[in-house]
């Protein structure tokens, strides 16, 4: 049979700003870990204020939390005082429950001892069932009763699932059950999670990273502007350094899922491995949440007070990635680094028109087939970590970002039916006014061979103009604002190759769907 517990207490005082303000959140974490542990959430007793309790009014709103359909439910709004009357009438219940044996442990969150919560807390002193939670204050008046604390902690430093990750350790650890931490999404409905090494996705921490070095372009590109040019030597420089401690923070976060114990470790490790690059700078950061996970679930399972726990997790994972980062992959990352820009530059060298054929030809097939975020974008990111553009950014704009755009706004003028315009509106809106959505052209392309084609024509063109002319931009742009974001004096070419693969994408699909119409009866 599942062990019980309840949850008992309030937003609080300093807990509030920890947390407590969001009592969804703050609930649905210790949900998730319970039922991780296959622990059952058997009661439920949170008073949810409009304020911290530090002085509140008797006046203010609050809501009262219960048990409802399995999961934490708000009542309705009322007064402090008329909530604190609603919650003592819960409280007795649960005393009931607890000396009839249904419940075997007790959460408490900047519970009330003396008064709002005193039945239940006595009762569970009476039981001797285990007691953890969070409070400075509301546990020692809690101990003083002889209630059995056996995990207890202030609530500094410590995020709402840090608390219930150390909750629910505890208590599995009373209990005798296998329990480990779940990582993911929370709230009483989802869960996914698993080890660290399961959550490495170099999509998603590129991705996240990816507005750091938008902003050190655009920033280049503001610095071209006559008596601007300060910003190149003092902001620009200043950007491209932090650009490490940006991929590592991120990455640690994700990996540690210990939400701000993760992001601090992780700007320590970025910024002690920041000679390394983004490539640096990424290691540090997956060795540090790595590091953060396994040392906090150390700690917790052994009755870490959380504040501790985030203090030596954070800081000494941090401090650790950072040093093997600095001291052993900085050296390896900067040469696989240097030796990517290379083989690019070396390629262009070679034959400027056909490097940027191929890599026009090829970046279609890619982000269809899955491998763009992992393959390409790592080295955009690499070409813009030195000089804040990068050759494949260009293509990326060019090749998929306009010729998405051709084809859509094809679709508008010259649409197969009418169907086809509307959906095609917001897809050319969107890749035009924020340099993304490129995915709206697949419906054409991918009932139309023609269509297809056109889109692998105009990339392939455009991109050979890039090579050619020897531009470099980004995309992830507006489209108005890529052209000065280019290179240096590089501004109308990298226009004249957008609008060419706009221009040839759009003229290939109005042709296709103008045959097609043709071929088909006229739409009633």
């Given at each position: 049979?599942?062990?019980?517990?309840?949850?008992?207490?309030?937003?609080?005082?300093?807990?509030?700003?920890?947390?407590?303000?969001?009592?969804?959140?703050?609930?649905?974490?210790?949900?998730?870990?319970?039922?991780?542990?296959?622990?059952?959430?058997?009661?439920?007793?949170?008073?949810?204020?409009?304020?911290?309790?530090?002085?509140?009014?008797?006046?203010?709103?609050?809501?009262?939390?219960?048990?409802?359909?399995?999961?934490?439910?708000?009542?309705?709004?009322?007064?402090?005082?008329?909530?604190?009357?609603?919650?003592?009438?819960?409280?007795?219940?649960?005393?009931?429950?607890?000396?009839?044996?249904?419940?075997?442990?007790?959460?408490?969150?900047?519970?009330?001892?003396?008064?709002?919560?005193?039945?239940?807390?006595?009762?569970?002193?009476?039981?001797?069932?285990?007691?953890?939670?969070?409070?400075?204050?509301?546990?020692?008046?809690?101990?003083?009763?002889?209630?059995?604390?056996?995990?207890?902690?202030?609530?500094?430093?410590?995020?709402?699932?840090?608390?219930?990750?150390?909750?629910?350790?505890?208590?599995?650890?009373?209990?005798?059950?296998?329990?480990?931490?779940?990582?993911?999404?929370?709230?009483?409905?989802?869960?996914?999670?698993?080890?660290?090494?399961?959550?490495?996705?170099?999509?998603?921490?590129?991705?996240?990273?990816?507005?750091?070095?938008?902003?050190?372009?655009?920033?280049?590109?503001?610095?071209?502007?006559?008596?601007?040019?300060?910003?190149?030597?003092?902001?620009?420089?200043?950007?491209?350094?932090?650009?490490?401690?940006?991929?590592?923070?991120?990455?640690?976060?994700?990996?540690?899922?210990?939400?701000?114990?993760?992001?601090?470790?992780?700007?320590?490790?970025?910024?002690?491995?920041?000679?390394?690059?983004?490539?640096?700078?990424?290691?540090?950061?997956?060795?540090?949440?790595?590091?953060?996970?396994?040392?906090?679930?150390?700690?917790?399972?052994?009755?870490?007070?959380?504040?501790?726990?985030?203090?030596?997790?954070g800081g000494l994972s941090g401090l650790a990635a950072g040093l093997v980062g600095m001291y052993l992959v900085a050296p390896a990352a900067l040469w696989l680094g240097d030796g990517i820009r290379w083989i690019i530059?070396?390629?262009?060298?070679?034959?400027?028109?056909?490097?940027?054929?191929?890599?026009?030809?090829?970046?279609?097939?890619?982000?269809?087939?899955?491998?763009?975020?992992?393959?390409?974008?790592?080295?955009?990111?690499?070409?813009?970590?030195?000089?804040?553009?990068?050759?494949?950014?260009?293509?990326?704009?060019?090749?998929?970002?306009?010729?998405?755009?051709?084809?859509?706004?094809?679709?508008?003028?010259?649409?197969?039916?009418?169907?086809?315009?509307?959906?095609?509106?917001?897809?050319?809106?969107?890749?035009?006014?924020?340099?993304?959505?490129?995915?709206?052209?697949?419906?054409?392309?991918?009932?139309?061979?023609?269509?297809?084609?056109?889109?692998?024509?105009?990339?392939?063109?455009?991109?050979?103009?890039?090579?050619?002319?020897?531009?470099?931009?980004?995309?992830?742009?507006?489209?108005?604002?890529?052209?000065?974001?280019?290179?240096?004096?590089?501004?109308?070419?990298?226009?004249?190759?957008?609008?060419?693969?706009?221009?040839?994408?759009?003229?290939?699909?109005?042709?296709?769907?103008?045959?097609?119409?043709?071929?088909?009866?006229?739409?009633?």
């Open positions: 049979m599942a062990k019980r517990i309840a949850i008992v207490g309030s937003s609080g005082g300093n807990l509030y700003a920890q947390g407590g303000n969001n009592p969804a959140v703050l609930l649905g974490e210790i949900f998730t870990q319970a039922q991780s542990a296959g622990i059952e959430v058997a009661f439920v007793e949170f008073i949810a204020a409009s304020a911290s309790m530090d002085g509140i009014s008797q006046d203010a709103q609050a809501r009262l939390y219960t048990l409802q359909n399995g999961a934490a439910a708000p009542g309705q709004a009322a007064t402090l005082a008329e909530v604190n009357l609603q919650a003592a009438a819960a409280d007795a219940q649960l005393a009931a429950s607890i000396a009839a044996g249904e419940i075997d442990g007790m959460i408490t969150l900047s519970s009330d001892p003396k008064n709002v919560n005193a039945e239940s807390l006595k009762a569970a002193a009476e039981k001797q069932i285990p007691v953890v939670g969070t409070g400075g204050t509301s546990m020692s008046a809690a101990q003083a009763m002889g209630a059995r604390v056996v995990s207890a902690s202030g609530t500094t430093g410590t995020t709402s699932r840090t608390r219930a990750v150390a909750f629910i350790a505890a208590l599995a650890g009373e209990f005798g059950l296998k329990y480990t931490p779940v990582i993911g999404k929370t709230g009483g409905s989802v869960a996914v999670g698993g080890g660290p090494w399961k959550r490495i996705n170099f999509r998603g921490i590129m991705m996240a990273s990816l507005p750091g070095f938008i902003a050190m372009a655009l920033i280049l590109a503001i610095s071209k502007i006559p008596g601007l040019s300060f910003l190149e030597t003092e902001v620009f420089s200043t950007l491209i350094s932090v650009l490490p401690a940006i991929l590592a923070a991120i990455a640690a976060k994700q990996i540690s899922g210990m939400d701000e114990m993760g992001i601090v470790a992780g700007i320590v490790a970025g910024i002690l491995a920041k000679d390394g690059g983004i490539i640096g700078g990424l290691v540090a950061g997956i060795l540090a949440g790595v590091l953060v996970y396994y040392i906090a679930t150390f700690c917790f399972k052994r009755k870490v007070p959380g504040t501790t726990v985030s203090i030596v997790a530059d070396s390629a262009i060298a070679l034959s400027p028109a056909l490097a940027g054929a191929v890599a026009g030809l090829l970046i279609w097939p890619a982000i269809i087939g899955g491998v763009y975020h992992a393959a390409i974008l790592p080295i955009v990111l690499l070409e813009m970590e030195t000089v804040g553009h990068s050759f494949l950014g260009a293509v990326d704009m060019t090749g998929l970002v306009m010729v998405s755009a051709g084809i859509t706004l094809a679709n508008i003028v010259m649409p197969r039916t009418s169907g086809d315009r509307a959906a095609a509106i917001p897809g050319f809106l969107i890749n035009m006014g924020f340099g993304t959505f490129v995915e709206a052209a697949y419906p054409y392309m991918f009932s139309s061979k023609l269509v297809f084609g056109g889109a692998l024509l105009a990339s392939t063109v455009s991109g050979a103009l890039v090579g050619i002319l020897g531009v470099r931009g980004t995309a992830y742009v507006p489209s108005f604002s890529a052209p000065p974001m280019a290179n240096e004096g590089h501004a109308f070419q990298f226009a004249l190759c957008m609008f060419v693969a706009l221009a040839l994408a759009f003229l290939v699909t109005f042709f296709a769907n103008l045959a097609a119409r043709k071929k088909q009866p006229e739409e009633q």
